[in-house]
Nanobody, 124 residues
Framework: QVQLVESGGGLVQTGGSLRLSCAASGRTVSRYTMGWSRQVPGKEREFVAAISSYGGTTFSADSVKGRFTISRDNANNTIYLQMNSLKPEDTAVYYC?????????????????WGQGTQVTVSS
């Protein structure tokens, strides 16, 4: 059974940084596409960033390019999302997810395992 557990969310001021973690069990993160998405109440969940299996190519949404970095720690079977220069519009629940290799990393329907989410709040 696949389990993804996010941590690292919290309250931060505009311009601050946070690092989210996603610890995986039941699935080896290096063999799957791993991604982060976010959702604000009343809005659709949106893609944030992803890292491909094996080679680890990274992808990110235009809204976070240059500010957010996704990475992977194979030894600890964990992925991270380093978030810098945070803005109030980054406030959301952030979800970790996993998809089979070869599926579109940008389409949230590609992901078949999800974590419970962690709240990130950026105050102005």
């Amino acid at each position: 059974q696949v389990q993804l557990v996010e941590s690292g969310g919290g309250l931060v001021q505009t311009g601050g940084s946070l690092r989210l973690s996603c610890a995986a069990s039941g699935r080896t993160v290096s063999r799957y596409t791993m991604g982060w998405s976010r959702q604000v109440p009343g809005k659709e969940r949106e893609f944030v960033a992803a890292i491909s299996s094996y080679g680890g190519t990274t992808f990110s949404a235009d809204s976070v390019k240059g500010r957010f970095t996704i990475s992977r720690d194979n030894a600890n079977n964990t992925i991270y999302l380093q978030m810098n220069s945070l803005k109030p519009e980054d406030t959301a629940v952030y979800y970790c997810a996993s998809a089979a290799p070869g599926r579109s990393v940008f389409r949230l329907t590609s992901y078949d395992a999800w974590g419970q989410g962690t709240q990130v709040t950026v105050s102005s």
